[in-house]
């Protein structure tokens, strides 16, 4: 169990290690755009992750493709549909409003 804290709202959930970014903020409410449903294949779950970055999953091969094609991009950028929590606190900033 972590915690997730969501900018610019910057409301803190608890959540389960192994859960996927977005999948803690869909449980806890929020509005994040996700056209593929979590198949890295749209980019539209682009967050930037403030803190905490080195305690999640790695970007794999189809994320960092993804991430190529998108606008806006640093080295703060996953998409939430493949980032996976670890138990150290993260702190995220979305990007997109729905
Ligand atoms: S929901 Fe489409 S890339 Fe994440």
Known sequence: MSTLTVLPSGKTYDV???TTILNALLAAGEAIARKCE???KC???HIFVQEGRKTISRIQKLE???LDTLVG???KSRLAC???LGEVPVTVEL???V
């Open 38 to 40: 979590g198949e890295a």
């Open 16 to 18: 389960a290690a192994g």
């Open 82 to 84: 493949q980032a996976v």
């Open 43 to 45: 980019g539209s779950c």
């Open 95 to 97: 990007l997109t409003f």
């Open 64 to 66: 960092n493709e993804k």
């Open 73 to 75: 991009v640093s080295s």
